[in-house]
Structure formats: structure tokens, C-alpha cells
């Protein structure tokens, strides 16, 4: 009898959704389901099981396992005659920019507490392995949305360390001269599109984005094959944003890619407790895509999954959604004591720590040695340090600058009648209400 959580994937027409290349099984191949290897490690109850037939086992049942697609291929392979999933190089620069990633959250953490950033800061620690597993496989011309959470994909992406530092410290060498801090990194060169404090805010930016590569290839002719990826969490798959976008981008088969970094938790929520059907990967189906689960605590797996979803994208061929299931290590932000998450929960996670997975492979499959991989750490720990001094070094944007790029100033709000800037007024913080 099916159940309401029976897999979408089985439906025909989206089969023909999959149908990647004529002489290659698909990665996101519906016929291999198995059960997730981890998802739902939250300890908090689904809270449907008492209303609803669902069983542990359906559920199992409707999850397309990224592990089988990552044994598919690795048995598949002939570009590697070793039959691993990666190279040498590969790996080391994989571990690197987690690597990287991880330094320069536990700095911002340091740095946080001494006062040398302000507002609210989110970090990335644990999440990794999404950022890296698909960041690492874009080109420069290809667009990257983020969230709050953001400086590890600006990292990823590209823009240098000490660019990102900078920008948290509030100065002007940042990637954006200092006025978007911690939540709103941009770069042009590296086409990072934002940091959105507002969640689910960058989904339509990406999809956006998307429309104009297609436009350039299609309609302009040019020689465009650019993706997007978008990321965001599980508890923004709850907005409106997502939802409409799943449906043009699927509808005008945009190149685009729909990451959700399901951690678990938004805020003090948990997942279970606030999403009617919490099986985030099987709404890509609902609207005519892919959607596929994928273990995001394991940069080899994700990679694999992203490889065929940023291909599908490239071809032409559409829209993927993906869901990793992962782990923020630290509090929501800085500011957050952490006290609500079941130790025995983080616990679970911490000993999947993405990281010390990767090191493993590498060194028992002989792709890397303990010094390769010590100086790798020795580095980035250089690269970290170098970017603190040069932001602390760096000189404050001048005030005048909170005034550029404002389109509109109607009622001379910025600039007084005598024609200069009224935040230059002594007074100017006593109180604005009379302007
Ligand atoms: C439109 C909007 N509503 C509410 C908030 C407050 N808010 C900030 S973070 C957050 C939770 C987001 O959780 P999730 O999408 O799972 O991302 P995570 O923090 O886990 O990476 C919420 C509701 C917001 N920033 N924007
Ligand atoms: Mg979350």
C-alpha cells in the first residue's frame, strides 16, 4: 500500500528527470534506495508518529542513499586505477579549505570575544563538508548565495582570508569596505552574491542569477555555461521564498543547485518539531526535480552528489535539490550559550566530524602522509594569523562612506540644509525623530 512517504522518485516523470547520460547509471538513481546513514540523529521524536502510519521503515525506504551513488561510482571509475574517489591533489585541497574554514571560525570566535567584531556572528564549525564538497568544484564565473552563516563559502569561493577578516573587523579593506560585516559578505571577482541576514532571502537572488545564465546562453547566444548554487537551512525550507523558486527554477529548467545545510536546528527549533513533513530532499520532486539526501558530514559523499548535480546544471539540464544532513558544532551565533541541544546529540555528531573523516580516508588510502598534512595545518594557521593583523591594521572606513550608495535621501535625512552630512553633527546621535 503506499504511504505519503512514498518516494516521489518513483513517479515516471521524474525518472525521465534523471535520465543523465545514455551510457551512465544516474548517481541520483531512484531504484537504489537505502537507508539514510544517519538522518534524524536529532534526539528529539518526529512529531508525527503518533498521528500518522509512518514508520521508521517508510522512511527509510524514500531516501535515495548518496553512500550507494558514491559505491556506484567508485566501482565505475576508470579514470582512477586505485578506484578511489579522489586524487592526491584533490584531497589535499579539500583538506585545505576545510581546514580553513575551521581556523578561521575558531579566530572569529577569539577574535568575537575580544571585541574586535560587532553584531551578530554565526559560524560554520562541523558544516564543512557542504562548503567544500561543492564550492571546491565551481568555476570563478560560477555564482555563490549564503546565508548568515556565510564567511566559510566566501572562503571556499575564493575570497581571500584576510578580505573576509577584514570585513568582520568593520574596515575598509573588507570585501565590502566594512558596511556588510558578518552577515552580508560580498565579492563581485569572485561572484559571491551575499550573505542574507533575512533568511531565505538569497534563494530568489540565486535563482536570479540562474534566469540570467540561461538568458545569456539562450536568448544572447553567449557561450554561458555558469551554475548557481544556493545554501540555506533547514528551517528556512519553511519560507515562501523556497518554495517559489523551487517551481520557476524547475519550470524554466534554470542551472541552478538548492544545497540545504539541514543541521537540524534553526535557532532552538528543532527540525522535527517545526516542519509538517521534515524530509526536506523530497520536495525536489514534488516540483519536477531531484532531490537527494546526502550524509553532509562527509565531504567524499557530498562531492559525489555535487558533481552530478552541478553537471545536470552545466548541460542544460535543470535544477537539482539537494539535502545535507549535517551539524553546526557551536551555538546559533556567538551570542548563543548553546544550552537547548542534547549533549548526547552533539555528541553523535562531533564524533563524525568531517575533518578528522577526511584525514582518515587520506591517510589510510595513502594519499597523504601525517606531514602532509601537518603542513597544510601549519599554513593555514599562517594565513589566519596574517589575515587578523592586516584587518586589525587596516584603517575604519571614513563616516561619509555610511552615506554612498544610498539611493534616495527625500526628506534630507544624511545631508542637512546647510549640505553637509548630518552624522559629521556633534549631536547627531541625540535623537533623529525631528529630521
Ligand atoms: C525572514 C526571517 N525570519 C526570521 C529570522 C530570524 N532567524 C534568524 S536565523 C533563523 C533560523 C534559521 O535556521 P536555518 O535555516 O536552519 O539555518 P541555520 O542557522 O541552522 O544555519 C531565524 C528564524 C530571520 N533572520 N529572517
Ligand atoms: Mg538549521
Redesign the pocket.
Known amino acids: 500500500m503506499p504511504t505519503m512517504y512514498s518516494s516521489a522518485f518513483a513517479s515516471p516523470k521524474i525518472v525521465q528527470h534523471l535520465n543523465l547520460r545514455s551510457n551512465e547509471k544516474p548517481l541520483f538513481d531512484p531504484s537504489k534506495s537505502a537507508p539514510p546513514t544517519s538522518f534524524f540523529g536529532s534526539t528529539h521524536e518526529f512529531c508525527l508518529s503518533k498521528t500518522t502510519t509512518l514508520s521508521s521503515q517508510h522512511r527509510r525506504s524514500a531516501v535515495v542513499a548518496a553512500a550507494e551513488a558514491v559505491k556506484l561510482r567508485k566501482s565505475n571509475s576508470s579514470a582512477s586505477p586505485s578506484n578511489l574517489l579522489i586524487t592526491k591533489e584533490e584531497g589535499l585541497e579539500l583538506y585545505e579549505d576545510m581546514v580553513l574554514g575551521r581556523v578561521f571560525e575558531d579566530m572569529c570566535a577569539q577574535m568575537y570575544y575580544r571585541g574586535k567584531m560587532f553584531g551578530f556572528v ?1 559560524l560554520y564549525n562541523g ?1 564543512e563538508a557542504v562548503s567544500t564538497g561543492f564550492i571546491k568544484l565551481l568555476k570563478k564565473e560560477d555564482s555563490v548565495v549564503s ?3 556565510d564567511h566559510v563559502h566566501a572562503l571556499s569561493k575564493g575570497v581571500p582570508a584576510r578580505s573576509v577578516m577584514s570585513e568582520l573587523f568593520g574596515k575598509a579593506t573588507g570585501c565590502c569596505r566594512g558596511q556588510g560585516g558578518s552577515m552580508h559578505m560580498f565579492d563581485k571577482e569572485h561572484n559571491l552574491l551575499g550573505g542574507f ?5 538569497g534563494i530568489p537572488v540565486a535563482t536570479g542569477a540562474a534566469f540570467t545564465s540561461k538568458y545569456r546562453r539562450e536568448v544572447l547566444n553567449e557561450n554561458c555555461d555558469d551554475v548557481t548554487v544556493a545554501f ?6 519553511n ?1 515562501g521564498q523556497f518554495y517559489e523558486c523551487l517551481n520557476m527554477a524547475a519550470l524554466w529548467k534554470l542551472p541552478i543547485i538548492f544545497v540545504v ?3 537540524l ?3 532552538g ?1 528543532s ?1 522535527l518539531r517545526a516542519t509538517s513533513d521534515p524530509v526536506i530532499w523530497k520536495k525536489g520532486p514534488a516540483f519536477g526535480m531531484p532531490g537527494v539526501h546526502v550524509d553532509g558530514m562527509d565531504v567524499l559523499k557530498v562531492r559525489e552528489v555535487a558533481k552530478e548535480a552541478i553537471g545536470r546544471a552545466r548541460r542544460g539540464e535543470g535544477p537539482t535539490l539537494v539535502e545535507c544532513e549535517t551539524y ?1 558544532f557551536r551555538g ?1 551565533s556567538l551570542a548563543d550559550p548553546d544550552e537547548l541541544r542534547d549533549p548526547g546529540e552533539k555528541a553523535h555528531y562531533s564524533s563524525r566530524d568531517p575533518i578528522i573523516a577526511l584525514k582518515k580516508y587520506l591517510t589510510e588510502n595513502n594519499l597523504a602522509s601525517e606531514a602532509d598534512l601537518k603542513a597544510i595545518e601549519k599554513k593555514i594557521d599562517e594565513v589566519v594569523e596574517e589575515a587578523v593583523e592586516f584587518a586589525d591594521g587596516s584603517p575604519t572606513p571614513p563616516r561619509s562612506q555610511l552615506l554612498e550608495n544610498v539611493f534616495a535621501d527625500p526628506k534630507g535625512f544624511g545631508i542637512g540644509p546647510d549640505g553637509k552630512y548630518r552624522c559629521e553633527d556633534p549631536k547627531f546621535t541625540e535623537g533623529t525623530a525631528q529630521v
Open positions: 554565526h558544516q546565508t548568515y552563516r541576514a533575512f533568511i531565505g532571502e540555506f537551512g533547514d528551517g528556512t525550507c519560507n545545510e539541514n543541521n536546528w534553526a535557532i527549533m527540525h553546526r546559533h
